[in-house]
């Protein structure tokens, strides 16, 4: 199979990295139980968590760019770093090893939730080694000694981000032009994405200009301002932009700057991580309307900066929303069951798990 971005510009295809681990195009629908709960009848579900049988996500479109490249590089071991309860570090935990690569993560502290919990027990399941740090700092450093000390080890920063990954989203934004042109859904006027490393709201934004997209993305932080901000976001924009040009010079000249999109702040709740009441809100009424599962981190703020946008903003007149879902749904809960508890883990990560409050194993 190819890629929309590869039928538009071939040499890119020919230049870059890139193997086929999702099936796509991900789905479209139309949320209506949810939109008549909130009162709003034209809201869309990118579901994005069906990006890959295996894991799905946003870290799919990402990681066929940087496996491929890792491997390209002859590299053995992928060392990443987050939070410890990291959806990317998990993503690239079971994707690398299908692909024969083993993960390094490097993670530090954040507000412990039963996903985390899942998440790190996974992490360990699926062969990853985990070492733990108390700050940004010290886990920057540590994932850069490796980096130094062992030639085989390929570094992917925080949630996979990179511009040659940034495509997996610029490719997103033109498979979206194309349910639009065959009638799948309308051209949405706003589309909500959660904005953690923007690697995902940056390819969105470079793809829609491509596509021609006039639909405005609206990013919401999810991360400390370090890893979420507008400046970065058309920083990397713009660096997605001039690789795609340095291998085909088809590609137009384009200037990104921070008129090209929003940055929504206001259901950030001041910490990556943190449980906001907004948030835990959405996750639930999107399960008990629409029975799509999310989590408090990322797409649960999102989802609910969403609902308040359109709730509020009457220059909507009804026009189609589209939440973009970048979250996992391949039920993982048989293996977890089976994972053998937070003993498995290494010492320095036991307590993250301790204390249980995945429900199912109660
Ligand atoms: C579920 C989910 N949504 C969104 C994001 C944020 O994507 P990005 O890091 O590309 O901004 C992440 C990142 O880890 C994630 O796990």
């Known amino acids: 199979m190819t890629l929309p971005l590869f039928e538009k510009y071939p040499a ?7 193997m086929s681990i999702g099936d796509y195009p991900t789905p479209v629908q139309k949320m209506e139980n949810l939109g008549r709960e909130i009162g709003y009848s034209n809201l869309w579900i990118k579901r994005d968590d069906k990006s890959s049988g295996i894991y799905g996500g946003n870290k799919v479109r990402k990681l066929e760019f940087a496996i ?3 491997l390209r590089k002859k590299k053995k071991y992928m060392i990443t770093v987050g939070g410890v309860g990291t959806n990317h570090g998990l993503a690239t935990t079971i994707l690398c090893s299908n692909a024969g690569i083993k993960t390094v ?13 899942e998440n790190l027990l996974l992490d360990r399941h699926f062969g990853a ?7 940004t700092l010290e886990v920057y450093l540590r994932a850069a000694w490796a980096l130094l000390t062992h030639p085989k080890f390929y570094l992917l920063w925080a949630g996979g981000t990179s511009p040659l990954s940034t495509l997996g989203y610029v490719n997103a934004a033109l498979e979206l032009k194309g349910q639009i042109d065959a009638g799948v859904l309308p051209e949405p006027k706003y589309i909500f994405v959660a904005t953690g490393s923007m690697g995902t709201t940056a390819g969105l934004i470079v793809g829609a200009r491509l596509a021609g997209l006039k639909s405005r993305i609206i990013g919401v932080k999810v991360s400390m301002d370090e890893y979420s901000n507008v400046r970065g976001t058309v920083s990397l924009a713009n660096k997605t932009a001039a ?3 340095r291998y085909d010079r088809t590609v137009p000249e384009m200037r990104f700057t921070p008129a090209d999109f929003d940055l929504e702040l206001n259901f950030f709740g ?10 835990e809100a959405a996750v639930d009424l999107i399960k008990k309307t629409e029975d799509i599962g999310l989590e408090t981190t990322y797409t649960g703020k999102t989802l609910a900066a969403m609902f308040d946008f359109v709730k509020k903003d009457k220059s909507l007149n009804g026009a189609p929303v589209l939440f973009w879902n970048t979250y996992n749904s391949v039920d993982y ?14 010492g320095n990560a036991q307590w993250v798990c301790k204390d249980n409050l995945i429900p199912y194993l109660k």
């Not at 809960?333 to 290494?346: A, D, F, H, I, M």
């Open 270 to 279: 001041g910490e990556y991580g943190r449980v906001t009441p907004e948030g």
């Open 105 to 117: 993560l490097v993670l530090i502290p954040q507000p412990i939730t039963d996903k985390v919990q």
């Open 243 to 245: 690789l795609m040009r």
């Open 333 to 346: 809960s048989e293996t977890v069951r089976q994972c053998g508890g937070y003993k498995t883990l290494p």
């Open 68 to 70: 491929a490249d890792a």
């Open 129 to 135: 080694e985990i070492n733990t740090g108390h700050s």
């Open 12 to 18: 890119l295809e020919k230049a870059l990295p890139w």
